[in-house]
């Protein structure tokens, strides 16, 4: 059974940072594409860093040059660091692994940034 679990999330200050970590179970890790999602009260949810089996990443515009996603296949974890958080970062912050076209999802991790 695949598992993901987010940790890390809180409350922090404007141009505070936080790193964000998802471990996942049940399945070989490394060679699926995984990403990080955010939803803020009253919006959809949107996509915010991604990154393949082989290690491309890509971002979204509002958060290119403030957040770094990574992984470690060792630890069957993926990282989300977020540097020179904003007030619209809040949100639930949520991982998502694609296994051959099945999506599965964390609980989230609930990030508060305040002015």
């Known amino acids: 059974q695949v598992q993901l679990v987010e940790s890390g999330g809180g409350s922090v200050q404007a141009g505070g940072s936080l790193r964000l970590s998802c471990v996942v179970s049940?399945?070989?890790?490394?060679?699926?594409?995984m990403g990080w999602y955010r939803q803020a009260p009253g919006k959809q949810r949107e996509l915010v860093a991604a990154v393949t089996g082989g290690g491309s990443t890509n971002y979204a515009d509002s958060v290119k040059g403030r957040f770094t996603i990574s992984k470690d296949n060792a630890k069957n974890t993926v990282y989300l660091q977020m540097n020179s958080l904003k007030p619209e970062d809040t949100a639930v912050y949520y991982c998502k692994i694609e296994v051959i076209g099945m999506d599965y999802w964390g609980k989230g991790t609930l990030v508060t940034v305040s002015s």
């Open positions: 049940g399945l070989i890790f490394r060679i699926f594409p």
